[in-house]
């Protein structure tokens, strides 16, 4: 039986072409509640965030600057720029089509994902194994993971236990990154996020345990995953007339649950992907490809 999981978009990020001029006073004619920072940002000379019931709705970075730091002329087209949904706006139903009609409102010109991180939040996985415990056997190398073979951890270390509450694998330019942390923990002590709790509630986690989060963070770099052929030839005939690779750069492999839910899980198929380490009866280590996988998703 399937445990239940909270699937949502945790960042979304595009970059567009301006019509025209966009600016600040742009979105005031037109009656938004617009703040603009005093400064912008190592691209973009200006940057604002559009504002609905006095929350942050959309940040937009536009005017690219034409040197950059180094005094090196940038690449980005005159009229360029980045527009980010809020967190609180991520979790919103429907966000990216939320996100489509306001680029389609103004003009936008949609050229490609920036960054989008696509998460599920859950009590435990599907083989009941909890979080933590999966962690410490990682971390005992009782079980190993394919892929991304570097990694950052962060916990605390007294003297009495030892706890680790996140990890996250891949390097800080990889075009994909994989995460997973207490998320619980991270709302107590950074700062509480009342909509992510509403989400948890509709979707029916129990919060008197911990929920954590394994998340994946995909940039512009990101273009296609292949995706692997099942070894099962019975799996393999039903899912012949599938596509057989995944396309990170259109709005469209995110839009709906149905397609958030198949985009995580080809992830998880490939990037937390964790084998049972092996040995013989010698005690040498058995090659990754011959041992069992870790059934944490189904």
Same mark, same amino acid.
């Given at each position: 039986?399937? *445990? ?8 979304? @990020? ?9 600016? $600040? ?18 691209? #973009? ?27 090196? *002329?940038?690449?980005? %087209? ?17 966000? !990216? ?13 949609? !050229? ?7 998460? %599920? ?53 990889? %075009? ?18 009342? #909509? ?5 509630? $509709? $979707? ?17 770099? $990101? ?13 393999? @005939? ?61």
């Amino acid at each position: 039986m399937a *445990k239940i999981r909270c699937l949502n978009i945790d960042w979304l @990020e595009v970059y567009c072409l301006e019509p025209c001029l966009h600016d $600040a006073n742009y979105f005031r004619a037109l009656g938004y509640d617009v703040v603009s920072r005093n400064y912008g940002t190592p691209l #973009y000379e200006q940057m604002f965030t559009i504002l609905q019931e006095d929350w942050p709705y959309i940040e937009i970075r536009r005017k690219p600057h034409q040197q950059n730091q180094l005094g090196e *002329k940038t690449i980005l %087209a005159n009229n360029a720029c980045h527009i980010r949904f809020a967190n609180r706006t991520c979790y919103l139903p429907g966000c !990216v089509n939320l996100l489509r009609s306001f680029l389609v409102a103004h003009g936008y010109q949609f !050229v490609s994902i920036s960054r989008i991180d696509v998460c %599920a939040d859950f009590n435990v996985f599907d083989n009941g194994m909890k979080p933590q415990n999966f962690i410490e056997k990682w971390f005992r190398a009782d079980i190993s993971k394919l892929y991304q073979g570097r990694f950052a951890a962060h916990g605390s270390d007294r003297w009495s236990s030892r706890e680790v509450n996140s990890v996250k694998w891949g390097r800080p330019t990889s %075009a994909i990154t994989t995460k997973i942390y207490n998320k619980s923990k991270e709302l107590r002590e950074v700062g509480d996020k009342f #909509y992510i709790r509403d989400c948890w509630k $509709a $979707a029916g986690l129990d919060e008197s345990s911990d929920v954590w989060r394994v998340e994946f963070s995909i940039n512009s770099q $990101a273009k296609v995953l292949r995706l692997r052929k099942p070894k099962n030839q019975e799996i393999a @005939e039903q899912t012949r007339e599938q596509e057989n690779e995944i396309n990170f750069r259109t709005l469209s492999r995110f839009d709906t649950p149905q397609r958030l839910l198949s985009t995580f899980g080809i992830l998880a198929s490939h990037y937390f992907r964790f084998k049972f380490v092996e040995r013989t009866a010698r005690g040498a280590l058995v090659e990754k490809r011959y041992c069992k996988d870790v059934p944490l998703f189904n």
